[in-house]
């Protein structure tokens, strides 16, 4: 590997420490429904975020709000020591992409056929540190 591409590799692999993330794969909810709670939660601080989805009436909700307290739970592992309100923990990247599709026939007038497709998603959650970004 090359001196210029090594040191990269390094910045990135230190950069990827200040961060925690989870995701989750093959959530039977259709994107376009996920992203509008997605929306409400990003950039936002952690407490405020599980109090959104806590209080949401959409069901994505309830996926999402498991997803970043195992997110937070990650960035728990990874400090040990630092405790979350100190740390200012919000969350800095939220993405939510389409997964397969189940592909299902239901019978419509005069002999024919209409396709369902029951769409799924992905979606990660990245937590940032604001202490970590002024530095």
Not at 67 to 79: E, F, T, V
Not at 116 to 125: A, G
Request: proline share 3%.
């Amino acid at each position: 590997m090359g001196v210029r591409k090594h040191n990269m590799a390094k910045q990135i692999k230190e950069a990827k420490k200040e961060v925690a993330f989870a995701k989750l794969t093959g959530c039977p909810t259709s994107p376009r429904k996920m992203r509008l709670v997605a929306d409400l939660v990003r950039g936002v601080e952690v407490e405020k975020a599980l109090q959104i989805l806590k209080f949401s009436s959409k069901e994505a909700s309830i996926n999402l709000e498991k997803l970043l307290l195992s997110a937070i739970a990650n960035w728990q592992a990874k400090n040990e020591d630092a405790s979350i309100e100190e740390a200012n923990l919000y969350v800095k990247t939220i993405t939510v992409d389409s997964a397969g599709m189940l592909k299902r026939l239901r019978p419509a007038p005069q002999g024919r056929a209409h396709r369902i497709r029951k769409r799924s998603n992905h979606v990660t959650i990245v937590l940032g540190s604001k202490n970590v970004e002024s530095k």
